[in-house]
């Protein structure tokens, strides 16, 4: 990851991380129930 750029894409990547967790988990719950 390139980190020396004003902007941190680690930080755009974890929250995209985040948002497809939770996706994840609706679909999860979904298919459980």
Excluded: F, V
Excluded at 4 to 16: A, D, M, Q, V
Excluded at 17 to 23: S, T, Y
């Amino acid at each position: 990851m390139l980190t020396g750029h004003g902007n941190h894409p680690t930080l755009r990547y974890l929250r995209h991380l985040q948002w497809r967790r939770q996706c994840i988990r609706r679909s999860l719950l979904k298919w459980s129930s």
